[in-house]
């Protein structure tokens, strides 16, 4: 999706035409930022021990950093253009920045708490406010970082600046330029000893509270000093100079105004149905794991591959087999007393439980009656468990539900969409049938 861009003769100082200079490809931003919001959890449990479990908190915390640095982005392009008065800009780039920081950490809050539910390890106490602010001064300094770009001179000036800055402020209670943003969201932590407190540990005596303003402080200034470098810069420079005073070059280009051509929005709508079918089962077996609330793993009937495990049903229900150890299982099924068959129905993804022994989450029986049923999986080595089913938070506990086919398709329907889009828009039009003079 692509903004029309104004016609010549238009200066791009009104707002609508400064929005689209700041956001010339809104669909590509929306489809960037729903792919870093699935992939972000998967990206920080890739490093971690094998039962470690995401909280609210950290989820959150790594929101505000994606947000502030996508407005950072946006804002150093948008001041490289020559066009424009710079304050426009900056009002444009701090607003825009705002609202696009809100909608971003607010799908956060929204998706870990409906989709893939996870628990509140320590209260946010405002974090998310916070973060949106962070991303306003981060969208500042992009325009004037973007504004210096063209004076490098300048730009090495500030850098050294900052580094300047930070060495000075080392040791004192105001942190320096380049610490002050994980300061500004976690806080600096000052000890308190407690009154008539005794212990034998002194950690227990402690009391530790957290201040945010020296590290708001501290960011604030660090603006301040490069908005007023890149005004410096363009006062020196004469606005216009060199540059389509809209603001948009190729305006009133047919070319332009057609946008890509339809082979390479094909090949884009191809790429974008294989991403999504290796990411969306990531995301979903990701996430079932971290949702899980309760799991009994190590508790049900056990046997190598190959051999049966016979199992009694009380109810009509569900039934889940899990891979133990590293190996790998395949061609599970159940028979039952009566020889009736029921083929396993396979989890998206990799859902692995436990720190010593990892038992993975192969896939879900859905048994129609009661009785003695008899689970068979084959395999090379190794064994596999037969038990309860994962007890699964939220929407993710749906969608894991879901045959495999539906997977797929819920994984290809964004690149789906973007070829019908693009062979529609290829269809001629007809011309509009206009009523003879009577």
Same mark, same amino acid.
């Given at each position: 999706?692509?903004?029309?861009?104004?016609?010549?003769?238009?200066?791009?100082?009104?707002?609508?035409?400064?929005?689209?200079?700041? @956001? %010339?490809?809104? !669909?590509?931003? /929306? =489809?960037?930022? $729903?792919?870093?919001?699935?992939?972000? +959890?998967? #990206? *920080?449990?890739?490093?971690?021990?094998?039962?470690?479990?995401?909280?609210?908190?950290?989820?959150?915390?790594?929101?505000?950093?994606?947000?502030?640095?996508?407005?950072?982005?946006?804002?150093?392009?948008?001041?490289?253009?020559?066009?424009?008065?710079?304050?426009?800009?900056?009002?444009?780039?701090?607003?825009?920045?705002?609202?696009?920081?809100?909608?971003?950490?607010?799908?956060?809050?929204?998706?870990?708490?409906?989709?893939?539910?996870?628990?509140?390890?320590?209260?946010?106490?405002? @974090? %998310?406010?916070? !973060?949106?602010? /962070? =991303?306003?001064? $981060?969208?500042?300094?992009?325009?004037? +970082?973007? #504004? *210096?770009?063209?004076?490098?001179?300048?730009?090495?000036?500030?850098?050294?600046?900052?580094?300047?800055?930070?060495?000075?402020?080392?040791?004192?209670?105001?942190?320096?330029?380049?610490?002050?943003?994980?300061?500004?969201?976690?806080?600096?932590?000052?000890?308190?000893?407690?009154?008539?407190?005794?212990?034998?540990?002194?950690?227990?005596?402690?009391?530790?509270?957290?201040?945010?303003?020296?590290?708001?402080?501290?960011?604030?200034?660090?603006?301040?000093?490069?908005?007023?470098?890149? @005004?410096?810069?363009?006062?020196?420079?004469?606005?216009?100079?060199?540059?389509?005073?809209?603001?948009?070059?190729? #305006?009133?280009?047919?070319?332009?105004?057609?946008?890509?051509?339809?082979?390479?929005?094909?090949?884009?709508?191809?790429?974008?149905?294989?991403?999504?079918?290796?990411?969306?089962?990531?995301?979903?077996?990701?996430?079932?794991?971290?949702?899980?609330?309760?799991?009994?793993?190590?508790?049900?009937?056990?046997?190598?591959?190959?051999?049966?495990?016979?199992?009694?049903?009380?109810?009509?229900?569900?039934?889940?087999?899990?891979?133990?150890?590293?190996?790998?299982?395949?061609?599970?099924?159940?028979?039952?007393?009566?020889?009736?068959?029921?083929?396993?129905?396979?989890?998206?993804?990799?859902?692995?439980?436990?720190?010593?022994?990892?038992?993975?989450?192969?896939?879900?029986?859905?048994?129609?009656?009661?009785?003695?049923?008899?689970?068979?999986?084959?395999?090379?080595?190794?064994?596999?468990?037969?038990?309860?089913?994962?007890?699964?938070?939220?929407?993710?506990?749906?969608?894991?539900?879901?045959?495999?086919?539906?997977?797929?398709?819920?994984?290809?329907?964004?690149?789906?969409?973007?070829?019908?889009?693009?062979?529609?828009?290829?269809?001629?039009?007809?011309?509009?049938?206009?009523?003879?003079?009577?």
């Amino acid at each position: 999706m692509r903004f029309r861009r104004p016609p010549p003769g238009v200066t791009g100082r009104e707002v609508r035409h400064a929005v689209r200079d700041w @956001l %010339p490809y809104p !669909g590509r931003i /929306l =489809a960037a930022a $729903a792919a870093v919001l699935l992939l972000t +959890l998967p #990206a *920080l449990g890739a490093g971690r021990y094998a039962g470690w479990r995401a909280d609210l908190r950290t989820l959150t915390t790594a929101s505000v950093v994606v947000a502030s640095a996508g407005a950072l982005l946006l804002a150093a392009r948008y001041g490289a253009r020559a066009a424009g008065r710079l304050p426009e800009r900056f009002a444009v780039a701090t607003i825009g920045g705002g609202l696009l920081a809100g909608a971003y950490v607010g799908a956060t809050l929204l998706y870990f708490r409906l989709v893939v539910p996870l628990e509140v390890d320590g209260a946010l106490r405002g @974090l %998310p406010v916070r !973060g949106v602010a /962070l =991303a306003v001064l $981060a969208g500042a300094f992009g325009v004037a +970082l973007g #504004a *210096l770009l063209r004076r490098p001179v300048l730009l090495l000036a500030l850098g050294v600046l900052l580094v300047g800055g930070q060495v000075a402020l080392a040791g004192t209670a105001v942190p320096g330029p380049l610490a002050a943003v994980r300061l500004w969201l976690v806080g600096s932590a000052q000890p308190h000893d407690l009154p008539g407190c005794v212990s034998l540990a002194p950690s227990e005596c402690v009391a530790w509270t957290y201040r945010h303003w020296p590290a708001g402080l501290s960011l604030t200034v660090t603006v301040l000093v490069a908005v007023m470098a890149a @005004l410096a810069v363009r006062r020196a420079a004469p606005e216009g100079t060199g540059a389509d005073p809209s603001g948009s070059e190729g #305006a009133g280009d047919p070319a332009a105004e057609r946008g890509a051509p339809p082979g390479r929005r094909y090949a884009v709508a191809a790429a974008l149905v294989v991403v999504g079918l290796v990411l969306i089962p990531a995301a979903i077996g990701n996430g079932v794991r971290q949702a899980t609330s309760a799991v009994t793993t190590g508790t049900g009937a056990s046997a190598p591959v190959g051999s049966p495990v016979e199992v009694v049903v009380p109810r009509p229900g569900r039934l889940a087999v899990f891979a133990v150890g590293l190996g790998a299982i395949r061609d599970c099924r159940a028979v039952a007393a009566d020889s009736g068959r029921v083929v396993l129905t396979p989890v998206p993804g990799t859902v692995r439980y436990g720190d010593g022994v990892s038992y993975r989450w192969v896939g879900t029986f859905r048994l129609p009656a009661p009785g003695r049923w008899t689970v068979t999986c084959a395999g090379d080595e190794g064994e596999y468990l037969v038990g309860d089913p994962p007890r699964v938070e939220g929407l993710v506990g749906r969608l894991v539900e879901l045959p495999r086919p539906l997977v797929w398709l819920l994984g290809a329907l964004p690149g789906l969409l973007v070829a019908a889009h693009t062979a529609l828009a290829r269809r001629p039009r007809r011309p509009p049938v206009v009523a003879a003079d009577r």
